[in-house]
């Protein structure tokens, strides 16, 4: 069984930083790719970043250049470095998986439809 668990979110600044982490278990991950989207209540899911099984990232403009997306594969482990938070980025963050090929070419904007997902972990922002 396929288990997302992340972990690292909680409040900061602006202008500060924090660092996710998201831990895989019951699968091979060198097979999937990964991702991660955010959500604020009442509002869609919105795609962040995702690493394919190669190593190809993709970032949502509104990240580019203050997010980095990263991989442990010898650790099951997936990163998010946030920089430069701005309030903005305050949601709930989620880890998601998939295997398909299909989903997997979809980028950032795939990840919201990514079949596996983790419980979520908050990240406040305050200007």
Do not use: H
Not at 7 to 33: E, I, K, M, P, T
Not at 70 to 91: F, H, I, V
């Amino acid at each position: 069984q396929v288990q997302l668990v992340e972990s690292g979110g909680g409040s900061v600044q602006a202008g500060g930083s924090l660092r996710l982490s998201c831990a895989a278990f019951g699968y091979s991950y060198v097979s999937f790719c990964m991702g991660w989207f955010r959500q604020v209540p009442g509002k869609d899911r919105e795609g962040v970043a995702s690493i394919a099984s190669d190593g190809r990232t993709s970032y949502a403009d509104s990240v580019k250049g203050r997010f980095t997306i990263s991989q442990d594969n010898a650790k099951n482990t997936l990163y998010l470095q946030m920089n430069s938070l701005k309030p903005e980025d305050t949601a709930m963050y989620y880890c998601a998986a998939d295997a398909r090929r299909s989903y997997c070419s979809g980028g950032y904007v795939g990840v919201v439809y990514f079949g596996y997902r983790g419980q979520g972990t908050q990240v406040t922002v305050s200007s």
